[in-house]
């Protein structure tokens, strides 16, 4: 781990649309997984909290989100994609609206919907498991406009589908083809045409964009994922070794969003696939992870003439998350572990790198492999995706103390959508049923 300095983190505030209290868009308000709501349970009963409600789902990993008292899913049925919209209180539904989206998986092994949607007071913005950025008219219940990034910005769907939430700026729906021709695209959020595109720089993965703020200007963040090195042969030969090939780098960049243009980009981190978005934990800096043998580094921002340089405050081995996104409380970083080799913990980690506490290496502690996690009232409330419990944990980094636990879905394993908080309730979801959970005393 190389560890250049030290700094304390003040109140970061993230500009963001005015959504208030409620879990309107993925990882909620700010896309940091934070809630600032209290009153909550500190334990719970041997059976768990009370189960208000529970809806049958399709299959998949898309996320649920909350806004004036209506949840909102996406769904896939084999030919089109669906936005289902229940009611809060009951799980009732309300209204479901279908659009063409068809298409086929060449991994059979992840099947169906990925993807939290985008709500306003009166739309709804989402991108399917094919890649239509859809627009659907929350009065109506109908498709407003629609766009396919395959068609239009030569977005070439993978083998896992396309996994990405929309990000809204203002009049903006900000999406991430990271195709050879389109690397971001803003579109008009009333008409879907496009104002805006980011091109030259090709790469991979499921970064959904995120807003930031750096010296008081928002900034809309973004990572393209590089290439993995070639494996080196096992064959023997005579001939001279070919020069080695200059890997396209991973890249974390920030755009105007205003004209997208490049404000600043760190290529000094490495993933081919990168799954969770950056999080911003103090003035201008930022923590930066996945899995796939991926490392985590801090970068930090300074202000040079018109633009930016970007210093790497440390990388270390000790925590990172494949696909699950870290958070931000207490001043402390808490990382899910990953089954990328080396396994690790739910690791709690300071802004100097060094690590607080790991559960990997606590006798009895939960592995945590796969976690999807929030905090909330001086806790955190996470879903281990692949034991299919959920775990009540004080967010301290005195030491890892968990304050409850319940197995709370059926099927085990692949449990990996977001979970999502409103009102001290908690929605989760796994391949066949989404429940309500009540987290008030």
């Known amino acids: 781990m190389k560890r250049v300095m030290h700094f304390v983190a003040v109140g970061v505030v993230i500009a963001t649309?005015?959504?208030?209290?409620?879990?309107?868009?993925?990882?909620?308000?700010?896309?940091?997984?934070?809630?600032?709501?209290?009153?909550?349970?500190?334990?719970?009963?041997?059976?768990?909290?009370?189960?208000?409600?529970?809806?049958?789902?399709?299959?998949?990993?898309?996320g649920p989100a909350?806004?004036?008292?209506?949840?909102?899913?996406?769904?896939?049925?084999?030919?089109?994609?669906?936005?289902?919209?229940?009611?809060?209180?009951?799980?009732?539904?309300?209204?479901?609206?279908?659009?063409?989206?068809?298409?086929?998986?060449?991994?059979?092994?992840?099947?169906?919907?990925?993807?939290?949607?985008?709500?306003?007071?009166?739309?709804?913005?989402?991108?399917?498991?094919?890649?239509?950025?859809?627009?659907?008219?929350?009065?109506?219940?109908?498709?407003?406009?629609?766009?396919?990034?395959t068609r239009d910005f030569?977005?070439?769907?993978?083998?896992?589908?396309?996994?990405?939430?929309?990000?809204?700026?203002?009049?903006?729906?900000?999406?991430?083809?990271?195709?050879?021709?389109?690397?971001?695209?803003?579109?008009?959020?009333?008409?879907?045409?496009?104002?805006?595109?980011?091109?030259?720089?090709?790469?991979?993965?499921?970064?959904?964009?995120?807003?930031?703020?750096?010296?008081?200007e928002d900034q809309i963040l973004m990572v393209v994922g590089g290439e993995n090195p070639p494996k080196k042969s096992r064959r023997k030969t005579d001939k001279k070794p070919a020069p080695p090939k200059k890997l396209r780098p991973t890249y974390v960049l920030a755009l105007s969003p205003e004209d997208g243009k490049v404000q600043w980009s760190y290529d000094q981190w490495s993933c081919n696939n990168p799954i969770p978005h950056p999080i911003q934990v103090a003035d201008n800096t930022f923590f930066i992870t996945s899995g796939y043998k991926s490392v985590s580094t801090l970068i930090r921002l300074e202000k040079k003439g018109r633009g930016y340089d970007v210093q790497e405050v440390w990388k270390t081995e000790d925590a990172a998350t494949q696909i699950e996104q870290p958070v931000f409380v207490n001043n402390h970083l808490f990382v899910g572990g990953t089954v990328k080799a080396p396994k690790k913990g739910l690791v709690c980690m300071d802004l100097d790198g060094e690590v607080q506490w790991n559960t990997n290496k606590i006798e009895g502690a939960p592995s945590f492999e796969h976690v999807n996690m929030l905090a909330v009232d001086g806790m955190l409330i996470a879903l281990d995706g692949d034991s299919g419990l959920l775990h009540l944990i004080d967010a301290s980094p005195e030491k890892f103390k968990e304050l409850a636990s319940v197995s709370i879905v059926k099927e085990k394993g692949q449990t990996w959508a977001p979970i999502a908080f409103s009102d001290g309730k908690l929605l989760v979801r796994d391949h066949i049923v989404m429940k309500c959970l009540n987290l008030k005393p």
Not at 34 to 41: F, I, K, P, R, T
Not at 83 to 105: A, P
Not at 168 to 187: C, E, K, M, R
């Open 154 to 216: 030569g977005k070439v769907v993978g083998g896992y589908g396309e996994a990405q939430s929309p990000l809204l700026y203002g009049d903006l729906v900000v999406v991430a083809p990271l195709s050879d021709s389109f690397s971001a695209v803003a579109l008009d959020k009333d008409s879907g045409d496009v104002v805006w595109t980011l091109k030259g720089y090709p790469g991979g993965g499921f970064v959904s964009p995120s807003l930031i703020s750096v010296d008081g």
């Open 66 to 149: 909350i806004r004036d008292g209506r949840a909102y899913l996406l769904g896939h049925d084999g030919e089109n994609s669906q936005v289902h919209c229940f009611s809060f209180d009951s799980g009732k539904t309300v209204w479901s609206c279908d659009f063409d989206d068809s298409g086929e998986l060449k991994n059979k092994k992840y099947p169906g919907t990925r993807g939290t949607p985008t709500v306003t007071d009166d739309s709804l913005y989402a991108v399917s498991l094919f890649g239509t950025v859809v627009c659907v008219d929350l009065k109506s219940h109908k498709v407003k406009w629609q766009r396919n990034m």
């Open 17 to 62: 649309t005015a959504f208030g209290g409620e879990w309107p868009q993925f990882c909620g308000p700010d896309r940091n997984n934070v809630s600032d709501e209290a009153g909550l349970a500190k334990s719970w009963p041997k059976q768990g909290p009370e189960v208000l409600w529970t809806v049958d789902v399709t299959t998949g990993y898309a």
